[in-house]
């Protein structure tokens, strides 16, 4: 089992539509967990980070179900803007740890 | 800030030359990272530094790769020879690392340009 995994889409949505990533992740020990986005030909840009608790960012929401090592990212009203590829991170270990990159699922915002 | 800086930012080459990728992390940052993604297996970890120490070189594909990181500003990741397989785009990557006292600190990697390499 691949130690993070995510659907790789492509999600093809129109403007204005909400759509959801999930995310799945193999290690319980995982300490903590980020979205990250990359726009096409660039580098990975940290979108944000994920709390247990759940946490909003303008548009966008993330979730984390320790229980069930599922993350996921909501988008509402999705512009043109936020056409790239969404990558499900994991640290497992700590402050000093790594992160495990998910290859990431792939979104296409249509006017 | 800059920002990470990788150079070059595209390199085509000959399958069995020599290829140096070059990387400066932030400033204060203390740990680097080197990564490689291709289509098929998405981003890789290749190595990472702490203070200058290879930590964790597990991801290194081959003895044909190599890293060092002389000092706390610039890090090489060397092919030799290079294979058409190797061809990817490489990216460095820095965070500040607290020490073992603690410290806050989010684990946020910042990533550079990434470098283009095409082993022909």
């Known amino acids: 089992r691949k130690e993070v995994e995510q659907d790789p889409g492509p999600f093809n949505v129109p403007e204005g539509a909400t759509v959801a990533f999930n995310c799945t992740y193999s290690?319980?020990?995982?300490?903590?967990f980020f979205w990250y986005r990359q726009d096409c030909r660039k580098e990975p840009k940290l979108l944000m980070s994920?709390?247990?608790s759940g946490n909003e960012d303008g548009r966008f929401t993330a979730q984390l179900n320790r229980a069930s090592q599922y993350i996921s990212l909501l988008i509402r009203d999705s512009k043109l803007s936020d056409s790239a590829t969404y990558l499900c991170?994991?640290?497992?270990?700590?402050?000093?740890?790594?992160?495990?990159f998910g290859k990431g699922t792939k979104l296409s915002v249509k006017p | 800030d800059a920002g990470v800086i990788q150079s070059p930012r595209h390199e085509v080459t000959e399958m069995g030359q020599e290829v140096t990728l070059r990387c400066k992390p932030i400033?204060?940052?203390?740990?680097l990272f080197w990564y490689r993604q291709t289509m098929m297996r998405g981003l890789e970890l290749l190595i990472y530094f702490n203070n200058n120490v290879p930590i964790d070189d597990s991801g290194m594909p081959e003895d044909r790769f190599s890293a060092k990181m002389p000092n706390a500003s610039f890090s090489t990741l060397k092919i030799q020879p290079s294979e058409p397989r190797d061809s990817a785009v490489y990216f460095c990557?820095?965070?500040?690392?607290?020490?073992?006292?603690?410290?806050?600190?989010?684990?946020?990697?910042?990533f550079g340009a990434g470098t283009r390499l095409s082993v022909l």
């Open positions: 991170v994991v640290n497992q270990g700590g402050s000093q740890g790594n992160l495990i």
């Open positions: 990557a820095s965070r500040h690392t607290p020490g073992l006292a603690g410290g806050p600190t989010k684990n946020i990697q910042y």
């Open positions: 290690n319980s020990a995982s300490q903590s």
């Open positions: 400033s204060g940052h203390n740990s």
């Open positions: 994920v709390y247990s």
